[in-house]
């Protein structure tokens, strides 16, 4: 820890000549922000959420919060950041902590001199609200919900190119583990050379700890590898993963069969295949969540396992592994699609003792129709490897 931070004001001006604010694609984030805060009526926004914070900032939002007002905009953070941060001061204030957020946030509010405080209600824990509300004052604050969910579900072109990274690096990953593939191979040792793939191709980590499940394992949809399970000869093996790119999170889903495939993953794999390729098809601007989850929701009742298939078709990636929108039996009537979102498509079915089929790509809204992002093989003949 540095000593020249006790020397520094704890809130910094603006920086001089040549620096004319943020960058475009900042720029029109904090646009966006703007006007959700006029329309939610509040004087400022106080961003709790890393995520968010770092959406907004273009570097990690851990520990910080970002206040914006309608022309102002404060980074408060503290010395472990102040220079990993400093960017931020060419078109931002810093304010830096030395105590409790809260406190420290109150007198930021105080000289942004705002009557209304909106609070990130869906992230803030019960005891930070109620510190805020102690410092900044109860009157003053306003909960508000879904402001950056809402704007984050459009994707720009930086966010776009990013994750189109991480699904190729989360695909060439997987392509390198299974080339070593071993019947015997545990799902840990999978999992753990599935990690080490995607980071030597320049991941910064996996988006989420690799599901990785061998035989009847692949039946519990969101499984945990084990030690002491091994892949087998003639069961299948399914894994779902994906890297962090420049803080984009791809999601995947392939199953496979050890060299033979049984009769009973082979029909099940051809129901979920072609669920999966109907609700793909399906995604275009204006489509609705609920027709998209319906498309592939209804090929797999039909073939009579629909009450295999519990959990949603799909979810919104980026910043976050699991994003808005959602798309599943429970999405809005009125949620729609729109070019620049990206989603993934996962429908599976699951027979307890037996195994589970899951095939999840990740898909572009564009202004015509979509683009699916991944491009790793998944019809039958593909799903059976050679050991
Ligand atoms: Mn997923």
Same mark, same amino acid.
């Given at each position: 820890?540095?000593?020249?931070?006790?020397?520094?004001?704890?809130?910094?001006?603006?920086?001089?000549?040549?620096?004319?604010? =943020?960058?475009?694609?900042?720029?029109?984030?904090?646009?966006?922000?703007?006007?959700?805060?006029?329309?939610?009526?509040?004087? *400022?926004?106080v961003i709790?959420n890393?995520?968010?914070?770092?959406?907004?900032? +273009?570097?990690?939002?851990?520990?910080?919060? @970002?206040?914006?007002?309608?022309?102002k905009?404060?980074?408060?953070?503290? %010395?472990?950041?102040?220079?990993?941060?400093?960017?931020?001061?060419?078109?931002?204030?810093?304010?830096l902590?030395?105590?409790?957020?809260?406190g420290?946030?109150?007198?930021?509010?105080? +000289?942004?001199?705002?009557k209304s405080?909106?609070?990130?209600?869906?992230?803030?824990?019960?005891?930070?609200?109620?510190?805020?509300?102690? /410092?900044?004052?109860?009157?003053?604050c306003?909960?508000?919900?879904?402001?950056?969910?809402?704007?984050?579900?459009?994707k720009?072109?930086?966010?776009?190119?990013?994750?189109?990274?991480?699904?190729?690096?989360?695909?060439?990953?997987?392509?390198?583990?299974?080339?070593?593939?071993?019947?015997?191979?545990?799902?840990?040792?999978?999992?753990?050379?599935?990690?080490?793939?995607?980071?030597?191709?320049?991941?910064?980590? =996996?988006a @989420?700890?690799?599901?990785?499940a061998a035989?009847?394992?692949?039946?519990?949809?969101?499984?945990?590898? %084990?030690?002491?399970?091994?892949?087998? *000869?003639?069961?299948?093996?399914?894994?779902?993963?994906g890297?962090?790119?420049?803080?984009?999170?791809?999601?995947?889903?392939?199953?496979?069969?050890?060299?033979?495939?049984?009769?009973?993953?082979?029909?099940?794999?051809?129901?979920?295949?072609?669920?999966?390729?109907?609700?793909?098809?399906?995604?275009? =601007? +204006?489509?609705?969540?609920?027709?998209?989850?319906?498309?592939?929701? /209804?090929?797999?009742?039909?073939?009579?396992?629909?009450?295999? @298939?519990?959990h +949603?078709?799909?979810?919104?990636?980026?910043?976050?592994?699991?994003?808005?929108?959602?798309?599943? =039996?429970? %999405?809005?009537?009125?949620?729609?699609?729109?070019?620049?979102?990206?989603?993934?498509?996962?429908?599976?079915?699951?027979?307890?003792?037996?195994?589970?089929?899951?095939?999840?790509?990740?898909?572009?809204?564009?202004?015509?129709?979509?683009?699916?992002?991944s491009?790793?093989?998944?019809?039958?003949? /593909?799903?059976?490897?050679?050991?």
């Amino acid at each position: 820890m540095s000593t020249k931070t006790n020397k520094k004001s704890t809130a910094r001006k603006k920086a001089p000549a040549r620096q004319t604010g =943020p960058a475009a694609q900042l720029a029109a984030r904090h646009k966006k922000v703007r006007a959700a805060m006029r329309a939610h009526q509040v004087d *400022a926004l106080v961003i709790s959420n890393p995520r968010d914070v770092g959406y907004l900032i +273009g570097l990690p939002g851990d520990d910080s919060y @970002f206040i914006m007002t309608s022309r102002k905009a404060v980074l408060l953070t503290d %010395s472990r950041y102040e220079e990993l941060l400093a960017p931020v001061t060419q078109w931002a204030q810093m304010a830096l902590r030395r105590g409790p957020m809260a406190g420290k946030l109150a007198e930021v509010v105080d +000289g942004l001199k705002c009557k209304s405080v909106g609070l990130q209600a869906d992230h803030l824990t019960v005891s930070a609200r109620k510190a805020i509300a102690k /410092s900044v004052g109860a009157r003053r604050c306003a909960d508000t919900t879904g402001i950056m969910a809402d704007i984050r579900k459009i994707k720009d072109d930086s966010e776009i190119r990013a994750l189109r990274k991480a699904v190729s690096i989360a695909q060439e990953a997987v392509s390198a583990t299974l080339a070593d593939l071993r019947v015997g191979q545990s799902e840990l040792d999978l999992s753990a050379r599935l990690k080490y793939e995607m980071e030597i191709r320049g991941a910064t980590g =996996p988006a @989420f700890g690799p599901i990785v499940a061998a035989c009847a394992n692949g039946s519990k949809p969101h499984y945990y590898p %084990s030690a002491r399970a091994k892949v087998r *000869a003639g069961k299948p093996l399914l894994i779902d993963w994906g890297a962090i790119y420049r803080d984009y999170r791809s999601d995947l889903t392939r199953t496979w069969s050890v060299g033979t495939m049984s009769r009973k993953i082979r029909e099940i794999y051809q129901i979920v295949l072609e669920a999966q390729l109907a609700a793909i098809d399906a995604i275009k =601007p +204006g489509a609705k969540c609920l027709a998209v989850d319906a498309a592939a929701r /209804s090929v797999i009742a039909k073939a009579g396992y629909g009450e295999t @298939f519990g959990h +949603g078709l799909g979810h919104g990636i980026g910043l976050d592994v699991h994003e808005m929108p959602s798309l599943g =039996p429970r %999405s809005g009537a009125n949620d729609t699609l729109e070019a620049g979102m990206v989603v993934t498509v996962e429908p599976g079915i699951y027979l307890p003792g037996v195994g589970g089929v899951r095939i999840e790509d990740d898909v572009l809204v564009t202004r015509t129709g979509h683009r699916v992002l991944s491009s790793m093989k998944k019809d039958l003949e /593909s799903a059976v490897l050679p050991v």
